[in-house]
């Protein structure tokens, strides 16, 4: 009795994955008379196989063959998206100690979960009773759709010496209005400094919006320190 040495290694129970997922690829048998196609009853047994339905191919890791490439016991990649992300994340986290070394001086801070409800008035507002003329820069995203905030706020001071003030009144902490339960998050900025703000936003389409939706600059020094100065557009 001669051995079909294709069943032979496809029948092989190893607890290795590599030998698990071979034991999956085993090739429907083929006619003797044709050599290319399969009987009409190994058609039906392997379509009633659920490992060969298209059902089975929702399943990431199933041992499908039309999961793997033909010849290959290559698994899927693992999704590494989520862990390059957290460390994007990490860039833009406040560690006050070294602000107050010295250590970081960034000084453009994102304020996030804003209620959708709040104007830049009221934000103004909360700030200036403690950070009045210490910041020259800020900027509320509005939905122009409905006229309210999306969420989140720029600030930039012009010191990194007010950092850890700010954040100490403003991070996790609750806002006053509207019976809202968002917490409020204080994070560094991805653009940071007054210079690289108005670059970026130099000849946008925003400034010819309502002048409630756009950024708001202040002179950083001087007599007129605090006070709203014109936003400059780049000469074309």
Known sequence: ????????????????????????HEEPPRSSSTGSHLRQTDRTKYQDDSRYTSANQNNRYSTSPRTYKQGTNRFPRPNRTSGRRKRNNAKFIIHIEKVL????TRTTLMIRNIPN????EMILSDINVNCKKKYDFFYLPIDFKNKCNVGYAFINFISHESVPKFYEEFNERRWDKFNSEKVCQITYGR??????????FQNSSLLQEDPSCQPLIFHSSG?????????????R
């Open 101 to 104: 070394n010295g250590v970081e």
């Open 223 to 235: 007599d007129q320190k605090g006070e709203i100065q014109p936003f400059p557009t780049r000469s």
């Open 117 to 120: 409800k709040y104007t830049r």
């Open 191 to 200: 653009i940071q400094g007054k210079s690289a703000l108005i670059e970026h």
């Open 1 to 24: 009795m001669s051995i079909n040495p294709r069943k032979t290694r496809n029948r092989s129970y190893n607890s290795s994955p590599v030998n698990r997922v071979t034991e999956y």
